[in-house]
């Protein structure tokens, strides 16, 4: 399923992982890769998209930095459904943005949708769980779909995770079995805005070393 050249680089070149900004060339594409901060510092939610379709081999490679997440026992309580098919993106987006859910009507201009299904933990998770009195399957979504965003960063797509939209009627069109529904999706597209920097909580507030209260 991967696309081909991405398994070259990785064992024969080398540079997949490459640190500082450069430019890659595959047999595909180009891409430019960044020091993780600098990706970090860079992604912004995306609500504008360009009417240009993406690639499906930049949704794989989204798709398989999902897949290494880590998450609680292993769990991987998710399934992720991609849909870049333009009926079926226009009868989900008519659909889950309808009512309430239309102030993320932006969606709909996406040219792609990911849409994160919660499954069943194992049951250490669920015990875990249990005992902690947190609920880890939203801990284990919520870093698959940051790896996924981050990735499409990388790409040069843009993303929004979104969890305003009306799950039922995703289920209903995605054939979602019964017990599970899809908790979390994400709008990407290639960006037609350039946002500036949302604020963000200063680093004092944010973080502390050796003890919740600052050292003084
Ligand atoms: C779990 C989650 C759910 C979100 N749901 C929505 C949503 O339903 N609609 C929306 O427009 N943005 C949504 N966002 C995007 C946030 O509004 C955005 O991340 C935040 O304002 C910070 O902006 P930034 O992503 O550009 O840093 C969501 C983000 C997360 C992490």
């Known amino acids: 399923m991967l696309p081909p050249y991405f398994v070259v680089d990785r064992h024969s070149r080398g540079d997949y992982g490459a640190t500082g900004s450069e430019v890659i ?19 912004r939610s995306i609500r504008k998209y360009q009417d240009k379709p993406i690639e499906r081999d930049k949704l794989i490679l989204c798709l398989e930095a999902a897949r290494l997440s880590p998450s609680a026992c292993n769990s991987q309580p998710y399934k992720f459904i991609v849909v870049d098919d333009k009926a079926i993106r226009d009868s989900l ?12 009507k932006f969606a709909a201009k996406a040219k792609a ?58 289920a209903e069109i995605l054939k979602i079995p019964k017990n599970y529904r899809a908790e979390l999706m994400i709008s990407i597209g290639y960006p037609d805005e350039t946002p500036k920097e949302r604020e963000k909580k200063n680093f004092d507030d944010m973080a502390s070393f050796n003890g919740y209260q600052k050292a003084t």
């Open 25 to 43: 060339r595959t047999t595909n594409m180009t891409m430019k890769t960044y020091s993780f901060l600098e990706l970090a510092r860079k992604r």
């Open 113 to 170: 949708f990911a849409f994160i299904v919660l499954q069943k933990q194992k049951i250490t998770a669920r015990l875990g769980n249990k005992i902690q009195n947190i609920d880890f399957k939203q801990v284990d979504i919520g870093i698959a779909a940051e790896h996924f965003v981050l990735q499409a960063e990388e790409l040069g797509l843009g993303t929004c995770h979104i969890g305003w939209f009306n799950k039922k009627k995703a």
């Open 93 to 104: 987006a008519e659909a889950i943005f309808s009512g309430i859910y239309s102030i993320c």
